[in-house]
C-alpha cells in the first residue's frame, strides 16, 4: 500500500492508516502491518515521495473479489485513476495470493518480461498474481520483508529476502522507516 498526496486534509501516513482500519469492514482480516516507509517517486521524478508499506490480508474472498474491495476502499479515500503510474492518494495493490499464478503462467509471463516503455502504456485487463514487477521494486520488497521474508515467489522460486538481496544496494538505501 502506498500514498503520494493528501487526502481530505488527511496526510499520506494518516490515509493509510484509515486504510487499514477500512479492511476489517471489507471482509478482510489483518495477519500483519509492516512498518511505514518513505520511499522515492516511482517513477523518478514523477512526483513526490511515497510513504508505503506491505500489510498480510486473510479472507474468504477471491482475488479478484479481494482487489475490488481493495478499489472500493481506494476510491473512499479520493483514488482517481487518471494516469498510468501517476500520483495518488492511495494505492492497494494485491501482490500476490499465497502460490497463486493468475489467470495463468504465459500471461503472467507476458506481463513480467514486457518492455518497460510499454508498462507505463500498457495495463492488464485481468488480474495478474505475482504482481509481475514485484521482485524488481525496493518499495514493495522492503515492507514485504518486514511480514513476509520467507514467502517464496512461486514462479521464481526466490524468497521475498532473496529478492531484497538481488537488488542495488542504492535501490534500498533509498527506502527508509518512519518513525511511529
Not at 482480516?29 to 520511499?39: D, H, L, P, V
Request: proline share 8%; aromatic share 6%.
Amino acid at each position: 500500500m502506498g500514498a503520494n498526496l493528501p487526502s481530505g486534509g488527511s496526510s499520506p501516513k494518516d490515509t493509510l492508516n484509515a486504510a487499514i482500519n477500512d479492511f476489517s469492514q471489507q471482509n478482510m482480516t489483518i495477519a500483519a502491518i509492516s512498518a511505514f516507509y518513505s520511499t522515492p517517486c516511482f517513477p523518478p521524478g514523477a512526483g513526490p515521495d511515497y510513504v508505503n508499506a506491505a500489510v498480510h490480508l486473510k479472507s474468504d474472498l477471491t482475488s479478484k473479489d479481494m482487489l475490488a474491495h481493495l478499489h472500493e476502499i481506494e476510491a473512499k479515500h479520493g483514488r482517481e485513476r487518471l494516469e498510468r503510474w501517476g500520483m495518488r492518494t492511495l494505492d492497494l495493490d494485491l501482490v500476490a495470493c499465497g502460490d497463486s499464478v493468475l489467470p495463468d503462467l504465459a500471461t503472467y509471463e507476458h506481463w513480467r518480461t514486457l518492455p518497460q516503455d510499454t508498462q507505463r502504456q500498457a495495463a492488464p485487463s485481468d488480474l495478474i498474481l505475482p504482481h509481475p514487477r514485484l521482485q524488481d521494486r525496493a518499495f514493495v520488497l522492503v515492507p514485504l520483508r518486514d511480514i513476509a521474508a520467507d514467502w517464496r515467489h512461486p514462479v521464481l522460486h526466490l524468497t521475498v529476502t532473496e529478492m531484497c538481496n538481488a537488488l542495488a544496494p542504492e535501490a534500498l538505501a533509498e527506502i527508509v522507516v518512519l518513525e511511529s
